[in-house]
């Protein structure tokens, strides 16, 4: 039922944008592809107004809005410097649409350090943030459990951080 919902609202500007600045975790890349789609198909008309976002700060433009709550998408799927939010999120979403396996760990390893950098109280945080480690332990991952962070969202690798830093101190 919740995919439903999502989807049928997905189809309105607001619903739209709801779901791409939500924060609601797991995002897959597939679904985190939907997502941006759906705010790019109504770019212009959520462009005329300014958005207040997690703080009482300044208001936003869409294209400040985009970078705070889906900047994560833009720097694993779309890594390049100084072209325009839209265009980078559009190569994003088209990445993610289609992405296999093997494109999202290279997406996830790009967030890693982004993801590291907000990571408190390793006592692994050597191992944890050995690429080679990273990889071997994305590597074994089940299938769905893969699935679960393969849109590289910062707060999803946080989480997997967390658990291996976990497991390690078990061991």
Same mark, same amino acid.
């Given at each position: 039922?919740?995919?439903a919902?999502?989807?049928?609202?997905?189809?309105?500007?607001?619903?739209?944008?709801?779901? +791409?600045?939500?924060?609601? @975790?797991?995002?897959?890349?597939?679904l985190?592809?939907?997502?941006l789609?759906a +705010?790019?198909?109504?770019?212009?008309?959520?462009?005329? +107004?300014?958005?207040?976002?997690?703080? /009482?700060?300044p208001?936003?433009?869409?294209?400040?809005?985009? +970078? #705070?709550?889906c900047?994560?998408?833009m720097?694993?799927?779309?890594?390049?410097g100084?072209?325009?939010?839209r265009? $980078?999120?559009k190569? @994003?979403?088209?990445?993610?649409?289609? #992405?296999? $396996?093997? *494109?999202?760990l290279? @997406?996830?390893?790009?967030?890693?350090?982004?993801a /590291?950098?907000?990571?408190?109280?390793?006592?692994?945080?050597?191992?944890?943030? *050995?690429?080679?480690?990273?990889?071997?332990?994305? %590597? %074994?991952?089940e299938?769905? @459990?893969?699935?679960?962070?393969?849109? #590289?969202?910062?707060?999803?690798? /946080?989480?997997?951080?967390?658990?291996?830093?976990?497991?390690l101190?078990?061991?």
């Amino acid at each position: 039922m919740r995919d439903a919902y999502e989807a049928f609202f997905r189809e309105t500007a607001w619903g739209a944008l709801y779901f +791409v600045t939500a924060q609601d @975790a797991p995002r897959s890349a597939g679904l985190s592809a939907l997502r941006l789609q759906a +705010v790019l198909r109504f770019w212009e008309p959520l462009q005329s +107004v300014r958005y207040l976002f997690k703080t /009482l700060g300044p208001a936003l433009t869409l294209d400040e809005l985009m +970078v #705070a709550s889906c900047g994560w998408a833009m720097d694993a799927w779309c890594p390049v410097g100084e072209t325009p939010v839209r265009t $980078r999120l559009k190569t @994003a979403a088209e990445r993610m649409a289609r #992405a296999t $396996r093997e *494109d999202s760990l290279e @997406a996830i390893l790009r967030q890693m350090p982004r993801a /590291l950098a907000y990571a408190r109280d390793l006592k692994h945080r050597a191992v944890v943030a *050995d690429p080679s480690f990273q990889r071997e332990r994305l %590597a %074994a991952l089940e299938p769905s @459990a893969f699935e679960r962070v393969s849109g #590289a969202c910062t707060a999803d690798l /946080l989480e997997k951080l967390y658990d291996w830093e976990h497991e390690l101190g078990l061991q």
